[in-house]
């Protein structure tokens, strides 16, 4: 039932702390070299209005620097491997994070080009490469998908820490 509505009615996602840390090593290190990074989360709905984030999988990507700025592209195999991981597991795939040079914010590419296509699925953009990061979880960026290429900003959503 849940699917079918996506994941909409939900206003609170928890995030369990090994989820964070290996996200975040990740991106560091990737930022390190230049690039954005992307991660994808998984977990389960644990209420009525709650989803946990209990596994960050990292897919196989490709950081590429254009004249225009920077991208991470995920072919379809590792899009695969992803979901047969996922799927394994008994999870649901619901979170995409990813980093930005600067400012954190959700480009057109990120709003017509995401990784999770689940209704209500959260976008996390954490600013300059990681760097800072979680110290700086206030500017981190938070969206949610709303329709197809459609995201807005989570104003009604709590993001916390287990």
């Not at 699917?3 to 840390?21: N, Y």
């Not at 560091?28 to 992307?38: H, P």
């Not at 254009?66 to 979170?95: M, P, Q, S, Y």
Request: hydrophobic fraction near 40%; charge should be negative.
């Amino acid at each position: 039932m849940i699917l079918r509505k996506g994941l909409s009615s939900i206003r609170s996602f928890v995030i369990q702390p090994e989820v964070l840390t290996e996200t975040i090593e990740f991106l560091k290190d990737v930022g390190r070299q230049g690039y954005e990074g992307f991660v994808l989360w998984a977990g389960n709905v644990e209420a009525t209005s709650t989803f946990r984030f209990t596994s960050a999988l990292i897919p196989d990507q490709r950081g590429i620097i254009t004249h225009d700025g920077l991208l991470v592209t995920v072919d379809g195999e590792a899009l695969f491997k992803v979901n047969k991981t996922i799927h394994g597991r008994g999870e649901i795939l619901c979170g995409q994070v990813h980093t930005q040079p600067s400012s954190a914010y959700h480009s057109t590419t990120d709003d017509h080009y995401p990784l999770v296509t689940l209704l209500g699925a959260l976008s996390v953009v954490i600013p300059d490469f990681a760097r800072n990061a979680p110290a700086d979880m206030e500017t981190w960026a938070f969206y949610r998908l709303i329709g197809c290429g459609e995201w807005e900003a989570a104003t009604n959503t709590e993001v916390v820490l287990a």
